[in-house]
């Protein structure tokens, strides 16, 4: 049902030629757009809980949506907003933030990030870099973020800092802010995958209070890392999202394009390279919906809560590689037309790589289950 | 997607745990891990006192219908009883032809006559049974067997005459299901017949093939005028094509979890190994393990998928997929356990060829690619029915 409804309204409003036309714009989603998913979809507050004015819908429908929306490379801010902010109010957030911020969200009103990594290029707590240090009954926050999802355009940014001197899981606070505070500046980060934007975010002397501030002072490791697994499970279903549409461009095209007088579908190396590619796709999706169960747990009590960790670096793990694959192996099986700028191909292929690269790489994932298993 | 067991379910699990602890004891306690594919020339009497054993207080055949034998137990009842099984470490089932191919496909097609003859044997583990498909000529193509049968009418029994090759467990078995041609004529999978045979008569011979790992599972089953009851074809002359296929498909995913299981126990001494010999530390065999862990816990969700009724009715991609899937980690965990033993890998447990149960592992997945539909065929049908691209040509050749 959800999955008709999803499909049904991205293959109306994530056409190749509105990606592209979001795609060329610094803010990186038509406004348009993204009000029709706010007002009459109202997908932004699927899993945010009805006393917030949300639907009140689990992870298990979300990841429903986001592998939807992987397929249809929809450029909007909903991964940032959901997945990200949302995400990080419902597990960090103070009882006042929700009531704002998770309000404004349902309405429309407010989009929503976060912001954790510096320029090390480490997704785990050293990735966090920024400072906070008290000043009276203020905090003064500094440092400087990368790769932040929709950074330069979010309405509000979730910041993770740690204290001065700090080292490793410790001293990380969260705060929740306004992007307009001062001494906020942002700026966009042109990217290879131009359908989803980054941004870079400077903060220099950010004077914020504590009504600002989530949960305790320099404690917020764990809330940080829970985020950073519901993110990293969502980002895995996108990517079985596009394991599946990089499959399905690559049949349909096989099946017309003639050689030696029949479809190039009918050669055998073609025909198992695609089944290999079908074997990615389900074996990305199998990951996904037991990881999205996880999740679920994870957020409202059950007895899988705990497998949050082992449950998104597997899906992670795999589901970046599978996405990578079968992209890769679109392009060759779209032989010279896959090269092309035209053709939608090479869109995913890129989507692939950086949501590789976003929240670790398979092999970051890997090393995390090695802990788990041999450590 | 189906993530836990009810609580009755959890029960019927305590109860098949408590069982097998306080009966794979004594005698018995030789045979923990032993058995199953790669393993199955070990105690071949003794597992076979076990699945009597097994069959006594009710615990094979367990998805059978009560009426021929069985407990008629729910989907996830059969695969509770699977893991339990396999988590115990009991011994791989000499009588798993019988159970999981010969009885089903019976109970589907067979005869009453012949489900009353046949299936009490197999529920009680007495009667073994072997699958006598793939010839010299027909392997991945096996609608090319060559294998003849003709009615004669003075004995009024069926003659057999042909060869079959692979035949696992032949040499242990009481009976052998055979496909072979009915019409001479015939070619592909048109005039196909579906016999069940004894084994043991002068017209059947029997010679084991030795594997690369040493040891000798398979065999060749010549048939010389071999003799078959008329009544002991199952469904008409030339329906064999049908029923033959008609049993692939009773495989339906509840042996699945397991044989994960069983996966499971493997990769774990491969990591105890690691963790003894250092090689934990090493950051290739690291990611490497943790890659298997990845896919060996993606395989159990995937199979929870084949199993959670979604009510789509239709053809299951993830389904489609299983065998390929499985099997290319099998292969690779052999070579990974391998890698991490380092140097040790190479030294048998003794001569003249005896392999320790790690190698015998490594050497014995090199045929899970193989048997059961190789690789390549899985492709074929993957492709085929699961995406709709063009099926095969057919090529004529003079
Ligand atoms: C351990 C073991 C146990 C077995 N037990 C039994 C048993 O109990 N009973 C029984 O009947 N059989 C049994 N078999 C036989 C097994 O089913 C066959 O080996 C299998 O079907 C492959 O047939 P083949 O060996 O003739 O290989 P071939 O069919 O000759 O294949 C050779 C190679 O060609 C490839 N190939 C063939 N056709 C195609 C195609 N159309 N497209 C692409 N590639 C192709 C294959 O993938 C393979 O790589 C067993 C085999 C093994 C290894």
Known sequence: MIRDTAQAFLADVSSSSAIRNAMASEQGFETQIWQRICTEMYWQAIHIPEEYGGMGLGYVELVIMLEEMGRYLLCSPFFSTVCLGTNALIVAGTAAQKQQYLSQICQGSLTATLAYTGNNGRWDADAVQATVTTDGDH??????????????????????????????????????????????????????????????????????????????????????????QLATVAVAAEQAGGAQQTLDLTVEYTQERVQFGRPVAGFQAVKHQAADMMLRAEVAKSAVYYAACVAEEALNGGPLANELAEAASVAKSYCSQGYFSNASDAIQLHGGVGFTWEYDVHLYFKRAKSSELFLGNSAYHRELIAQILLD | ????????????????????????????????????????????????????????????????????????????????????????????????????????????????????????????????????????????????VKTKAYFDEAKGKWIISGQKVWTSLAHESDYIFVIARTNPDSIAHKGLGFFLMKMDQPGIEVRGIKQLTGTSEFNEVFFDQAECDADDIVGKPGEGWAIAMGLLGFERGVSTLGQQMQFHNELNQVIAIAKANGNDKDPIIRQRIAEAHVRLKIMRYNSMRMLSDEGDGGLKKEALIYKLYWSTWHRDLGELAMDVMGPEAEILASAPYNLTRLQAMYLFVRSDTIYGGTNEIQRNIIAERGLGMPKEPKIQMN
């Open chain 1, 139 to 228: 905090y003064l926050l500094n440092g400087r973020y990368r790769y932040v999802p929709d950074g330069h355009s979010a309405g509000l940014i979730i910041f993770a800092v740690r204290d001065e001197g700090s080292t490793g899981v410790d001293g990380i606070s969260l705060f929740a802010l306004d992007a307009n505070t001062p001494g906020v500046k942002r700026s966009w980060l042109p990217t290879m995958d131009e359908t989803r934007k980054q941004a870079e975010i400077t903060l220099d002397q950010v004077c914020v209070t504590k009504a600002d501030l989530m949960g305790e002072q320099g404690k917020a490791w764990p809330q940080l890392n829970k985020i950073i």
């Open chain 2, 1 to 144: 997607m189906k993530i836990s067991f009810s609580p009755e379910d959890e029960k019927f699990r305590a109860e098949v745990a408590q069982w097998l602890t306080q009966n794979l004891v004594g005698e018995f306690e030789q045979l923990k891990f032993r058995g199953g594919p790669g393993d199955e020339h070990m105690f071949p009497q003794a597992r076979k006192k076990w699945e009597q054993k097994l069959a006594q207080d009710g615990w094979t055949c367990i998805g059978w219908p009560k009426e021929y034998g069985g407990r008629g137990c729910s989907i996830e009842q059969q695969v509770i009883f699977n893991e339990e099984y396999a988590r115990a470490g009991a011994p791989g089932h000499v009588g798993h032809i019988g159970e999981g191919l010969a009885g089903p496909t019976l109970i589907a097609f067979g005869s009453e006559a012949q489900k009353q003859k046949y299936l009490p044997g197999i529920v009680a583990g007495t009667e073994l049974w072997c699958q006598g498909y793939s010839e010299p000529g027909a392997g991945s193509d096996l609608a090319n």
